[in-house]
């Protein structure tokens, strides 16, 4: 079993800054990929950014410039720094982990969502 546990969304104004975290936990063996999704309120989930085992990011065009994707391997912890937030970032946040199991299985992996609500 794998666990996936995001933190750090909040409410900010716009022009702010916010840190997520996104700690795996659990039966891993490695972790390929790892990413940043969000979902508005009545909308599609979408890709915000991922960055893989070797450490290549890619990013919606929508945030090129104002996040930046990390990550921490022995930590088994991805980031997203946001800054220059806008109203339209709002949103709830989710991790995403392609994951080989101690098992052997590859299997991809969400967390629960860290909402980030950014105030005009």
């Known amino acids: 079993q794998v666990q996936l546990v995001e933190s750090g969304g909040g409410l900010v104004q716009a022009g702010g800054s916010l840190r997520l975290s996104c700690a795996a936990s659990g039966s891993i063996f490695s972790i390929n990929a790892m990413g940043w999704y969000r979902q508005a309120p009545g909308k599609q989930r979408r890709l915000v950014a991922t960055i893989n085992s070797g450490g290549s990011t890619n990013y919606a065009d929508s945030v090129k410039g104002r996040f930046t994707i990390s990550r921490d391997n022995a930590k088994n912890t991805v980031y997203l720094q946001m800054n220059s937030l806008k109203p339209e970032d709002t949103a709830v946040y989710y991790c995403?982990?392609?994951?080989?199991?101690?098992?052997?299985?590859?299997?991809?992996?969400w967390g629960k969502g860290t909402l980030v609500t950014v105030s005009s």
């Open positions: 995403n982990a392609g994951v080989v199991t101690t098992s052997s299985y590859a299997m991809n992996y």
